[in-house]
């Protein structure tokens, strides 16, 4: 893609909280993606209840695995750690949010054929909260997608309204925006992506989406990765189900901030503490670490 085709990119993504691209991301790599997301559903098979790698839907066997998620992919298979870690969806990510780039998490949500469940509208920063709203999700649709499979739909523009309460009427997280608030969503204009295998999103956190049950006899798996400028920091420490992967944190591209602003005040900034380097104030001060 040439420096004004991703200009394009960059300011539909600024205007709209997404984009949809058929192209980006080659049949060798969707090949190798699907490749190893066949063999993580065999080992689905004979995995225990409660196994972490998988989200299994309730009459998931053995003989007939039905799988909702694979939860963090790049911690197993190095394909989608060598994808989004320093892949395409690291450069699409750095088009997007300039050259400094953290990795936060990713997950494989397969919408199995035949009823694969569907994702109710929801915005993703109230999942996950960080210091600034840059983070963003890359997906990439490893089977054809059409209409009756549960297309991820966007709704345009939501990324700059209001940041909704996934709260239910009794005050219970659902994940979900409550039926009673969804009028303020605008979702009726709700743009929904389909394409050939490959096909690629990216969505801002803020942005409302969500998707229909997969009601096809064929597969809908939409690998997910989100990421941040360097400088956001989340503030929970959570990923997907509550969890994030070895790699979360990772600087992928560019450099760590000297400097980060917060609450309009802009301070030096720390080492990366995550990658373990923190020993104690005393050796630090003492200069036995440095
Ligand atoms: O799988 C989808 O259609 C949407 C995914 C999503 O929004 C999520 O997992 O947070």
Excluded at 231 to 251: F, R
Aim: aromatic share 8%.
């Amino acid at each position: 893609m040439s420096p004004r085709e991703f200009d394009t990119l960059l300011e539909a993504y600024e205007r709209d909280g997404f984009i949809g691209l058929q192209t980006f991301v080659d049949a060798g790599w969707v090949a190798r993606l699907n490749t190893a997301m066949h063999r993580l559903i065999d080992e689905s098979r004979s995995a225990e209840p409660g196994d972490p790698r998988f989200d299994p839907e309730p009459d998931h066997s053995s003989e007939a695995p039905r799988l909702r998620r694979i939860n963090s992919p790049v911690d197993l298979d190095p394909t989608f750690a060598d994808f989004a870690l320093d892949g395409p969806a690291t450069d699409l990510a750095v088009e997007l949010l300039g050259p400094d780039v953290r990795f936060h998490h990713s997950k494989l949500n397969i919408k199995w054929s035949d009823g694969g469940e569907e994702v109710k509208w929801h915005q993703d920063i109230q999942f996950w909260p960080h210091t600034d709203f840059s983070p963003l999700t890359i997906g990439i649709y490893l089977e054809a997608v059409d209409g009756e499979m549960g297309p991820m739909g966007i709704v345009p523009g939501s990324h700059r309204g209001e940041l909704f309460d996934l709260r239910d009427d009794d005050g219970r997280w659902s994940g979900a925006i409550r039926d009673g608030d969804l009028h303020r969503a605008d979702t009726d204009a709700a743009v929904y992506i389909t394409g050939p295998a490959g096909t690629t999103t990216a969505h801002n956190c803020c942005a409302v989406h969500g998707s229909a049950p997969n009601r096809s006899p064929r597969m809908r798996p939409l690998l997910l990765q989100s990421y941040s400028r360097a400088d956001s920091y989340p503030l929970l420490g959570v990923g997907t189900n509550g969890k994030v992967g070895q790699s979360a944190h990772t600087l992928v591209r560019g450099s760590a901030p000297e400097r980060l602003t917060i609450e309009g005040r802009t301070m030096p900034a720390a080492p990366d503490w995550y990658k373990g380097a923190y020993t104690s104030i005393f050796a630090h001060q003492q200069a036995d670490n440095r």
